[in-house]
């Protein structure tokens, strides 16, 4: 993100930008802190903390009209000097009229401004919410995620050699040595605890304390159902927290299809698709497709109706499932749940690419766990528990006139080698498959 922003600020005639994502992951703190080494003057109204700067915006959204209300509700605290000068709306969903102000200073141009929000666009957000009119063509919009895998080895002090020699081993396929290997499989199994949330890896990288971890995860697990109850629509909020609920049932089956009839006896469709899309709006989840045939377009041939929910931070997903299920990850036992912490381990590193999540399963049997563009192909990811058989990708692999596969990944609890058209990696280095 701090790559996107310095880009952001360096073109010419930039419109303002907004930052979105899940609550808790870090956007409130990488965009001040960009704002305190960039500008000689940061202006700053967090609209949760002090809902009176809401006010400013319920009349006039002429700049200078702006500016001075500003001024006279923050006194010395806001400075407006013409591109010197970063406005910050922080949960801007909290204002809708900020949002709506900021096609206007895009036209005025001398102040930057960057809006952060968690709610963005989620269904059922109340009518007192919405702007006049959003800013279509006066706003750049980007998401932004909890931290991935790399992040957390930099947060851990995994320096950039390593992380060029890891390529170069990816690159030529050749097995990393034993004693990096086992190191990096050894910080793997505790991104699957810890996971991405930057409160939580602070606290673990201070402190290396679980029990501190978990009960980080927890409260922001909680403050998730409380966003439900407080912004969905009424009709909404109980079917919203059934269906996040259900989302350890749902992938502790076999076959890890959603299901509505998991979320209470007898739903239907019709009744939770969109308390579902309010979730992954929020950035709480995110869905997989799966493909009527494992080609491309993967967008095109991905069936609307047939889809696996995952979390997009895994360490919030352990969170939600029983006590002691940590303890068993750090002693390398990833495989409970049916092998639904491997998926959303996967499915967290590929989500946090900025990746759209695909998979194939046919009634038959056959199912290839993610697929995936690479090199211009569709490339099916088995992901296993150990170095075992893939026997999905050998099918797929043996009948190129019917699947059109040429390649495939194998991800595993083992090192880097390969077998025929098959290329099998260790879990920790699918942050490696960038688009």
Avoid at 19 to 25: A, E, L, S, V, Y
Avoid at 107 to 118: F, H, P
Avoid at 143 to 158: C, H, S, T, V
Avoid at 239 to 262: D, G
Wanted: glycine residues 6%; aromatic residues 10%.
């Amino acid at each position: 993100m701090e790559t996107t922003l310095a880009q952001w600020k360096a073109e010419k005639k930039h419109t303002p930008l907004i930052i979105k994502g899940c609550r808790q992951c870090g956007k409130s703190f990488i965009v001040e802190k960009f704002g305190r080494e960039n500008y000689e003057h940061v202006v700053l109204l967090d609209f949760v903390k002090d809902s009176s700067y809401s006010a400013i915006f319920e009349g006039s959204l002429d700049v200078d009209h702006l500016t001075m209300l500003m001024s006279a509700n923050m006194g010395t605290r806001a400075s407006f000097v013409p591109d010197k000068t970063l406005i910050i709306f922080d949960e801007i969903q909290e204002c809708p009229n900020a949002r709506t102000a900021l096609k206007y200073f895009a036209l005025d141009g001398r102040y930057d401004v960057i809006g952060t929000g968690s709610l963005l666009g989620v269904h059922g957000y109340g009518k007192k919410n919405l702007p006049r009119s959003v800013p279509i063509g006066y706003e750049q919009i980007e998401e932004m995620y909890p931290l991935d895998f790399e992040e957390f080895l930099w947060a851990n002090g995994i320096d950039e050699n390593t992380f060029r020699y890891l390529n170069e081993c990816f690159q030529a396929e050749t097995p990393v040595p034993n004693a990096l290997h086992e190191r990096l499989r050894e910080l793997l199994l505790q991104y699957v605890v810890v996971g991405g949330m930057p409160e939580a890896v602070e606290a673990f990288v201070e402190t290396k304390q679980l029990n501190t971890v978990l009960a980080i995860q927890r409260r922001i697990i909680r403050s998730y159902k409380d966003d439900m109850v407080k912004y969905a629509g009424d009709e909404d909020k109980v079917k919203i927290k059934e269906c996040f609920e259900s989302i350890p049932r749902q992938l502790s089956k076999e076959n890890k299809k959603f299901q509505y009839s998991i979320v209470r006896k007898n739903a239907r469709a019709s009744e939770y698709i969109s308390c579902l899309q309010w979730i992954e709006d929020a950035g709480i989840i995110r869905r997989c497709y799966n493909l009527s045939i494992p080609e491309l377009p993967l967008d095109g041939n991905a069936e609307s109706d047939k889809f696996k929910v995952y979390m997009a931070d895994t360490g919030l997903f352990v969170s939600m499932l029983e006590d002691g299920t940590q303890w068993d990850i750090l002693q390398g036992n990833l495989y409970t749940y049916k092998g639904a912490i491997y998926e959303n381990l996967i499915a967290d590193f590929l989500g946090k690419m900025g990746r759209r999540l695909y998979y194939y399963h046919k009634d038959s049997g056959l199912e290839l766990n993610f697929i995936i563009r690479r090199n211009g192909s569709a490339v099916p990811i088995e992901v296993k528990a150990t170095n075992g058989n893939a026997k999905s990708l050998r099918t797929v692999l043996n009948h190129p006139e019917k699947y059109h596969v040429k390649e495939a990944l194998k991800i595993i609890d083992g090192n880097i080698g390969r077998d025929g058209k098959v290329l099998s990696i260790p879990h920790y280095l699918t942050f490696l498959l960038q688009i």
